[in-house]
């Protein structure tokens, strides 16, 4: 069973461009959750998605951030217009969802992005 | 929202010795306390995690206590190895019980 998969692994981008990453979670897993790590900080929540629906985007800057989990394929997350303060590492993280109780959270490799 | 507080920052401990970790918590309501170690550069993996209805849990060296009461947890490492050094995080639910919230942190160093 492949574990929460990544892409890219590392990113570089110029100020003003756009930036997605992406996120495959572990085969059975209906719920994803994205992160930012900053370095040498801790992470921090950004969102947290089920199939076709956002469930909280608390953690979400309110601009030139989105975040989607569609019906078929990975969870994207989009940061439009990229400044320097946005090179971070970006985590997701999967669960199964079972249930009301959360658990444990299957961490990816993380997407180091870059802005120069 | 949950709020996560976790002390201290560094930790340097000598190897063989035990190192604490603590962490408070602000939501009454949280029932569910995973620690999770991430080794630099690597993603944080779980290493033991305590739901609200017991007060101790022990695996191998590591062990988590909940004060339920006093709204703060901690992870207790006894014997500690070099391969023990790494970052870790203590979470508790956040507003919506389906996410995690981290704490800041601790970075902790094992000297052979």
């Known amino acids: 069973n492949a574990g929460v998969m990544q892409n890219p692994r590392h990113l570089v981008r110029r100020r003003g461009q756009e930036a997605r990453l992406r996120c495959s979670p572990m085969?059975?897993?209906?719920?994803v959750y994205w992160y930012r790590q900053l370095p040498e900080e801790g992470l921090k929540f950004m969102v947290y998605?089920?199939?076709?629906?956002?469930?909280?985007e608390s953690g979400m800057p309110k601009e030139r951030f989105s975040a989607e989990f569609p019906k078929e394929g990975p969870s994207i997350l989009r940061i439009q217009q990229v400044v320097r303060g946005d090179s971070a590492a970006y985590f997701c993280?999967?669960?199964?969802?079972?249930?009301?109780?959360?658990?444990?959270?299957?961490f990816g490799e993380g997407s180091r992005l870059t802005v120069l | 929202g949950e709020n996560v507080e976790q002390h201290p920052s560094t930790l340097s401990v000598q190897e063989g010795d035990s190192a604490v970790i603590k962490c408070t918590y602000s939501?009454?309501?949280?029932?569910?306390f995973p620690w999770y170690k991430q080794e630099l550069g690597k993603r944080p993996q779980l290493i033991i995690d305590?739901?609200?209805?017991?007060g101790e849990k022990k695996d191998q060296r590591i062990a988590v206590t909940l004060n339920k009461t006093a709204k703060h947890f901690s992870l207790h490492i006894t014997e500690t190895q070099p391969e023990d050094s790494a970052v870790y995080f203590c979470?508790?639910?956040?507003?919506?019980?389906?996410?995690?919230?981290f704490g800041k942190g601790t970075k902790l160093s094992v000297k052979p």
């Open positions: 993280a999967s669960s199964p969802g079972l249930g009301p109780l959360i658990g444990e959270l299957f």
């Open positions: 085969k059975g897993h209906s719920h």
């Open positions: 998605l089920q199939k076709e629906n956002i469930i909280d």
């Open positions: 939501d009454s309501a949280s029932n569910y």
């Open positions: 305590i739901r609200s209805n017991v």
């Open positions: 979470a508790a639910p956040g507003g919506s019980q389906g996410n995690l919230i």
